[in-house]
């Protein structure tokens, strides 16, 4: 290490050995001189290139230079010195280093460099492969006009780097006699994941890493215990940045904490995994099909408050996915076998010898308080003077980061001297509580009963209030469920004391706490008396929003109103789940008014299922109501409920329970004084839309005046836009009885909409017109209908329903004759539909592989995948429509005149014997490959 380094701007040159612990197994006699001459190799480019080795990491080294060219320069010489020496000891293996280089300030202390240019520059480093050279945008700006002859940089585009905050563009450094293909750089975005963006930098921890992670390699199942606010999520969430390249399948977070019963944790894993319900298959089966084979981890994120129902679900997983790896965060373990438990400790303190600025910058907790009340005092610095202070602050606070953050927060209004004041007074470890609790649930429960002591009465009031609200809120939320407090400037002072915190979303401020503060709040909320009024407020005010909302999502401005929907998702749960015990009837109807936000966000049908079938049963078992208006409002309640029940049944294939549930929906509209004629036609078009699937002709026939008259009333209501929701089902009724020109008639109606403004309501018509024109034979029109849809499901974020508009725009490929395009098509889109837990889909997908095999002359194949696509049926209870039977049944008939009996009976049972995933291999390999994997 350097005795002294010069400070200001610099070019940080990191390297380190890929493999190099394979290596050292491999060749532990001979590796301590390949190090050496390697560490010779990168001194003599170092200095030879007017920089200077900071220091050596085992197998890596850190560099810093004055200019960004000189540090390319080196970078470059380092990479050809290892490829020109053939590394004869450890023949046939090699040494291949990568390199990162980035430029930025640094402060200099002790001979080393300290900043975020530094952190910055090692986790470009740890994305590389051995023998490339990353280079920072900042880093390429100051040397690409000066790069040497036959040098260049490869522009590899924006990427997250583990633990910064801001991604990186991300330059690769090629040069004549290196190697320039590499695989796709490590950053987080390049592995399966879900792990959010992390908006503050991560502190220490370095021992924990190497704890956690050695744990992990040796156990399934590991729990981070410790007490709130330790920083479990954190450094879970870190770890599995880390270690995203061990799991093939991905590595995905499910958020527990803003659950609140245990029937919900299976939902949220299924949620994290982007699995939805399939008809005939219990959820948990479903999880537990799609993980059976995939190697994984899990991450059950704040775990105590559902600790029984998270320890089945473990206990279960683990039993039956045997390369699934599960780490949770709890205030205590699951306590099932197996578990390995891992205390997250406090951050490093301060010793008493410590009394320096310089010595007690090396300790975590320090580092933590200093950095996060820079964020708030931008003046805010160590100094000889506060030193002993800070040292107190972190000494008192027992090193827990989140009492860290929150007394950082301070500096705002206090020097440190005054914050450590604060804490000598009110602060008393482990005597202020319950004895029988844990010495560090006493020390952050003392240190927000001390935050929340600072307040001012007002204050304390509105802060237990807005604990009602779950996932943040807005200032006209708070201001109308909390009446009797001046919002407006009591929440000022929450927001200052860092209670709460202000982000901006789609253009206005919104509001939360942390989760912690948020349960502390809530449990002085009920304490006080005062849950259940705020409460009811509270569903009042969400109530209110999904009936404006309601007719928003109908209107012009569509898209603005499913997103700010969206964003209180967390909030119409919590009113729906205390309106479910309090006011059944009026959570139904809250639910109900949101028919088209459910529609379109799709991945929320499973846990909409959960409510509607609990609420619906709830409801139906009310005493009648007092007063006739009251009576009203509950048939209202249940009208719409059972449509929006409808609408899901039909995505589960359950027809029948539809068709009962929407013909009931019909009669309590009609029986209403005064029936809501939009709602009524929609019910009237559902009820059309589930003839269509069942396909009778005889009901057909009997819904055929129902459909005419949800277009009149469509007409009546004077929803133009709305009538194309009339009109798919009523002209595909009429194609179906064989009557074609009023079919044209509407046909020709429902191709006007095509020139109609994007709305994202219509994305349900429009896709059953394209579907419908598709299996008439229209194939232009289904194209144009389907690329309408394919738009607005793009511009609303609609996933779910993207991937069905692609699997329409394959299919009309295959029916043109495109079948290489279709192929390709069914390949990407199959493994989207499985992902999802979409088994139905995936048979569908089964069978236009094998209509494609049939065309192209291989018969065999074709009655494989007819028979693998008949099993999967078969395990969810799926029928297939009936719409879809004429081309099935067609080709089924042209298969037994070119097989014989025996060879079709005998490919058709390889194909049932095949397990869902086999299938897909098969379907998706190339005719050689497929024929192993058939055979395997």
Request: glycine content about 8%; proline content about 4%; charged content about 25%.
């Amino acid at each position: 290490m350097i005795d002294a380094a010069p400070a200001g701007m610099f070019t940080f040159l990191f390297s380190d050995i890929e493999g190099s612990t394979r290596l050292w197994e491999l060749y532990p006699e001979v590796m301590k001189p390949v190090l050496a001459r390697h560490d010779d190799r990168v001194q003599q480019a170092v200095v030879a290139n007017q920089g200077h080795v900071v220091k050596t990491t085992g197998d890596g080294c850190h560099a810093a230079f004055e200019t960004a060219i000189h540090a390319v320069n080196a970078a470059l010489a380092i990479q050809t010195a290892m490829f020109e020496d053939p590394w004869p000891e450890i023949r046939p293996h090699t040494v291949r280093v990568r390199i990162g280089l980035h430029t930025g300030e640094a402060e200099a202390r002790a001979g080393d460099y300290f900043g975020t240019a530094l952190n910055r520059a090692a986790r470009l480093t740890a994305t590389g492969h051995g023998g490339q050279v990353l280079v920072s945008s900042a880093t390429a700006e100051m040397v690409r006009d000066q790069l040497p002859n036959g040098a260049a940089l490869l522009d590899l585009g924006e990427h997250r780097l583990r633990d910064l905050i801001r991604p990186e563009r991300v330059y690769q450094l090629v040069s004549l006699g290196l190697p320039v293909d590499f695989p796709p750089i490590r950053s987080i975005d390049a592995f399966p994941n879900n792990l959010p963006v992390q908006l503050t930098s991560f502190i220490g921890r370095e021992r924990e890493k190497a704890d956690v992670w050695q744990a992990l390699s040796s156990a399934r199942l590991l729990t981070l215990t410790g007490v709130g606010g330790t920083g479990k999520t954190r450094l879970a969430l870190h770890l599995a940045a880390d270690v995203l390249s061990s799991f093939p399948d991905g590595v995905w977070l499910a958020e527990l904490a803003p659950l609140a019963g245990p029937d919900l944790v299976l939902q949220a894993v299924a949620g994290a995994l982007k699995l939805r319900r399939t008809p005939g298959m219990p959820l948990l089966d479903l999880v537990t099909d799609y993980m059976r084979g995939k190697s994984l981890l899990l991450i059950l994120d704040n775990c105590e408050h559902l600790i029984d129902a998270c320890a089945r679900l473990a206990e279960h997983l683990l039993r039956h996915c045997p390369q699934v790896k599960i780490l949770a965060s709890s205030r205590e373990p699951l306590g099932i076998a197996g578990e390995v438990t891992y205390t997250v400790p406090s951050l490093a303190l301060p010793d008493s010898t410590a009394r320096t600025p310089a010595a007690l910058a090396d300790y975590e907790a320090v580092q933590l308080f200093v950095e996060r009340a820079k964020a708030v005092a931008p003046r805010f610095a160590l100094t000889a003077s506060n030193a002993q202070a800070v040292a107190q602050i972190c000494l008192r606070l027992d090193g827990i980061p989140l009492a860290l953050e929150l007394a950082a927060a301070r500096c705002k209004l206090f020097s440190a001297e005054q914050i450590a004041s604060r804490l000598s007074d009110r602060f008393r470890l482990l005597t202020g509580g319950s004895r029988t609790a844990l010495p560090r649930q006493q020390t952050l429960r003392a240190l927000i009963d001390w935050s929340y002591d600072l307040l001012s009465e007002p204050e304390r009031a509105l802060l237990r209030q807005l604990s009602v609200f779950v996932g943040g809120w807005t200032f006209d939320a708070a201001d109308a469920v909390i009446p009797d407090l001046d919002v407006l400037s009591l929440l000022e002072q929450l927001v200052n004391k860092s209670l709460v915190v202000v982000e901006e979303q789609h253009g206005q401020a919104r509001y939360r706490m942390l989760e912690t503060i948020r349960q502390y709040a809530q449990d002085r909320l009920f304490e006080s008396g005062e849950g259940q009024a705020v409460r009811n407020r509270h569903l009042d005010y969400f109530l209110r929003l999904s009936e404006v909302g309601g007719l928003g999502l109908r209107g012009s401005h569509a898209f603005e109103w499913s997103d700010q929907l969206g964003v209180e998702y967390e909030n119409i749960r919590a009113a729906a789940e205390w309106g479910e015990e309090q006011r059944p009837d009026d959570a139904l109807l809250m639910l109900g008014n949101l028919f088209f936000f459910w529609g379109a966000r799709v991945d929320n049908l499973a846990l909409a299922v959960y409510w509607l079938r609990d609420l619906l049963a709830r409801v139906e078992a009310l005493p009648p109501p007092d007063d006739e208006a009251a009576a009203r409002r509950r048939k209202r309640a249940q009208a719409r409920g059972l449509s929006l029940f409808t609408v899901m049944a039909m995505n589960q294939g359950e027809y029948r329970a539809a068709l009962e549930a929407i013909g009931r929906s019909i009669a309590l509209e009609r029986a209403l004084d005064d029936p809501d004629r939009f709602w009524l036609a929609l019910a009237l078009s559902v009820q059309g839309d589930v003839a269509l699937l069942m396909g009778d002709p005889s009901l057909l026939r009997s819904m055929r005046e129902s459909a005419h008259e949800a277009l009149a009333l469509m007409h009546e209501a004077g929803e133009t836009q709305w009538r194309l929701l009339a009109l798919h089902p009523l002209s595909a009724i009429e194609a179906a009885l064989g009557n074609l020109d009023e079919a044209r008639r509407f046909q020709d109606e429902a191709r006007l909409y095509l020139d109609y403004g994007d709305h994202p309501m219509l994305m349900p018509a429009l896709l059953g017109l394209g579907i419908e024109a598709r299996f008439q034979g229209r194939l232009d029109d289904a194209r144009a209908y389907i690329l309408k849809s394919l738009r607005i499901a793009q511009r609303s974020g609609s996933s779910g329903f993207e991937v069905a508009l692609q699997s329409e725009l394959v299919h009309i490929a295959r029916l043109e004759g495109r079948l290489d395009e279709a192929k390709a098509g069914y390949r990407r889109l199959i493994r989207a539909w499985s992902d999802g837990g979409q088994w139905a889909a995936v048979a569908h997908q089964l069978e236009c592989f094998a209509f494609i095999a049939m065309a192209e002359g291989e018969h065999e194949r074709c009655a494989r995948l007819f028979g693998a696509a008949e099993a999967v049926r078969e395990h969810i209870g799926a029928s297939m429509r009936e719409i879809e039977r004429q081309e099935y049944e067609a080709t089924v008939a042209a298969l037994r005149e070119r097989l014989d009996a025996s060879t079709l009976a005998a490919a058709w049972a390889a194909g049932r014997a095949m397990s869902a995933e086999k299938a897909i291999a098969f379907a998706t390999a190339t005719p050689v490959h497929a024929e192993r994997v058939g055979k395997g």
